[in-house]
């Protein structure tokens, strides 16, 4: 993929040509895996790639840690909390330790909103961002493009209403750039204190999930992040309300008469975002997200490991 980012930070950050091409090539490496015929397409072996996770994580770690071993790479986990960013020293100098101990690749989740920015003109390791702060998590969004793709799911025209936490939500925030480029329209639904003031280009703001459902194809569902709440998000935002509000429930499914595919990134809140009985129904994919995770994940490492980027991990300037 010609000149394919070394610092993935967020959508904005691959074209047209990077995102079709990550979807053809997480097609042929799923085909290929399913069929029992893969081998990596290319010779990873003496590749090493890194994971550190700043922030908690069960999807994203394990899945870019699957991704990698089946590439054929060489894995690290890189514990940040152990090590000597823990004694002050800065992210930079640290990903620049990797990069010279001969690591090509690390993907790293941070609370920090917008790290990675610092980065994009000299990078000094390779980076895909597993989520920072309340900016972004591009890796979701693109495997969640890919699963409605999978599903067969029409795009050109549909509506996608994104249910719950929308301003706190780096997924959502990343879905927000993606899905648009594929014609589909956006419904951001939720709490006012869980939408943004103003609607992000191409989506329109609704706080009646009733309302909103009428004009939804598809349902993405939102984690309620109470770990980024202030005091005044927590307070508005007691569970019991939001079940009956924007939760969905087959309850709701059913006076709604309505057969919609729901999709959540998880860990879901059980009985808040979503009933834990649809987990169990066909209507439900998030099984199928984290499936195809895998597949797209392995893409994005093989497109960013091959780019030919030389400009990496530079230490004197002129
Ligand atoms: N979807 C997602 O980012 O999940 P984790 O927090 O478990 O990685």
């Keep these: 993929m010609n000149q394919f980012p070394s610092i993935l930070e967020g959508i904005d950050d691959l074209n047209d040509d990077h995102i079709n091409g990550l979807m053809t090539l997480a097609k042929k490496i799923k085909d290929k895996l399913i069929n029992r015929s893969y081998s990596p397409f290319n010779n990873f072996s003496h ?6 996770f700043l922030e908690n994580s069960t999807r994203t770690k394990l899945s870019f840690a699957v991704a990698i071993q089946k590439l054929g790479a ?3 986990d890189f514990n940040a909390e152990k090590s000597s960013m823990n004694k002050g ?6 990903l620049l330790t990797l990069y ?7 993907i790293l989740r941070t609370s920090i909103t917008g790290q990675l920015k610092q980065f994009k003109e000299n990078p000094p390791i390779k980076i895909i961002n597993g989520g920072d702060g ?26 996608v209403t994104i249910v719950g936490d929308c301003i706190h939500s780096r997924v959502g925030h990343s879905l927000c750039r993606l899905l648009p480029k594929f014609g589909m329209n956006i419904i951001l639904c939720g709490p006012k204190n869980f939408l943004p003031e103003m609607a992000p280009k191409n989506t329109t703001l609704s706080n009646n999930l009733d309302e909103a459902i009428k004009s939804t194809d598809y349902l993405y569902l939102l984690r309620i992040q109470k770990e980024r709440h202030s005091e005044d998000v927590k307070n508005k935002s007691e569970d019991d309300d939001y079940i009956k509000n924007f939760g969905v429930t087959s309850k709701k499914l059913k006076k709604w008469n309505r057969k919609i595919p729901i999709f959540h990134p998880g860990p879901c809140n ?4 979503i009933s834990a009985d649809l987990l169990r129904t066909n209507l439900y ?31 004197t300037s002129n």
């Design 134 to 159: 309340v900016n972004e998590h591009p890796t979701q969004a693109l495997l969640d493009l890919f699963t409605f793709m999978e599903l067969g799911l029409e795009l050109e025209g549909k509506t």
């Design 285 to 315: 994919k998030g099984y199928e997200q984290v499936k195809n995770s895998i597949y797209m994940r392995m893409a994005i490492i093989e497109a960013i490991l091959e780019n030919g980027d030389q400009n990496i991990g530079k230490t």
């Design 74 to 76: 060489m894995y690290l």
């Design 47 to 52: 590749e090493i790639i890194a994971t550190s």
């Design 270 to 273: 059980l009985d808040v975002e």
């Design 100 to 106: 010279h101990q001969g690591v090509n690749l690390c």
């Design 89 to 94: 020293e800065s992210i930079e100098e640290t």
